[in-house]
């Protein structure tokens, strides 16, 4: 359904170096990096088919996080869920919600944990049993 992802960055080193460590749990290698016409930087990370994109804001205006919006990613354990987590706030993010665990819901038991990255934007990583 999706091609890609993209969030905003008023510091783009700062997210390369938290989204190289927090997506390299999850085996996506370095951002390509990409510098475009306007002179924006643009990191993306490609894994699984999918792409995660990170932007200097081509409007110049600085980036905001979206009240409400959170990104999922997928992860192949609940142990993956917490280093997510772990190496999320060891770069320079915030845990959020409850701390990395299961949660009940309408598809059953899921182990979840939230961060915001140094922008503010959400993630959650998510792991449902097969």
Known sequence: MFSHVMVGSNDIERSKRFY?????VLGAGEAMENRN????MRLFYRHGGSSFCVTEPIDGEP???ANGGTIGFKCESP???TQFHDVAVAHGGTSVEDPPGPRQGALGTMHLAYV???????LCALHRPK
């Open 116 to 122: 915001r990255d140094p922008d503010g934007n959400k």
């Open 79 to 81: 142990e993956q869920v």
């Open 37 to 40: 016409a306007a002179g924006q």
């Open 63 to 65: 980036a905001t996080f």
């Open 20 to 24: 190289d460590a927090v997506l390299g």
